[in-house]
């Protein structure tokens, strides 16, 4: 089963925890991730994804202006039905991480997805909006990051791996 994650990245932190998450996610038994910024995005591969993770590093207490000019333009995308997840990196915890991931959820729902981030439900490490990684403590984030992505492999298993039989 194919999963995506979609990130802008500036200065490398996005990236990295995106290719944290990649290796949760394909520690779940049948899922291949393809990993894509913005600019170079595999369409065929997305179409194809049960589950798509966006990553956002936080501007002005919101999304990147990247993102969000993705999502205005992105028609052509249907997104629909698939599950979709959301993380940011931020340099400091009142720095409004969690009001970018907000903003990104609301396109999700515009595009019909099926918001997931495991919420508290699962217990530890708890991720109530989405995985967020701060300056101050990026490395050890890591694992959290690494559980987020195994969550939403399991969750989109869960969900579609018996239609696809
Ligand atoms: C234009 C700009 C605005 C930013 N605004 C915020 C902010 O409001 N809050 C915050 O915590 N960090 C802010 N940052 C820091 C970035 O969110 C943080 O360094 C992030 O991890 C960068 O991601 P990247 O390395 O993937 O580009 C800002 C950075 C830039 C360049």
């Not at 903003?103 to 918001?115: A, S």
């Not at 984030?141 to 690494?146: A, D, I, N, Q």
Request: proline share 2%; glycine share 10%.
């Amino acid at each position: 089963m194919k999963l995506s994650i979609l990130y802008f990245s500036k200065n490398g932190h996005t990236k990295e925890m995106a290719e944290v998450i990649a290796s949760g996610m394909k520690s779940v038994q049948g899922i291949e991730v393809g990993i894509f910024d913005l600019e170079h995005i595999d369409d065929e591969f997305l179409a194809e994804s049960k589950a798509v993770v966006f990553g956002t590093p936080t501007y002005y207490a919101n999304t990147c202006w990247q993102i969000k000019k993705w999502f205005d333009e992105s028609r052509n995308y249907k997104l629909e039905g698939k599950i979709g997840s959301v993380f940011a990196t931020a340099d400091y915890a009142q720095g409004g991480a969690d009001t970018a991931i907000l903003t990104i959820i609301n396109h999700l729902m515009v595009k019909g997805m099926l918001v997931y981030s495991g919420g508290s439900a699962l217990g530890q490490p708890f991720i109530h909006l989405g995985a967020v990684a701060l300056k101050e403590n990026f490395e050890q984030s890591k694992p959290m990051f690494e559980v987020f992505g195994q969550r939403i492999a399991s969750k989109a298993i869960e969900l579609f791996a018996s239609k696809e039989l």
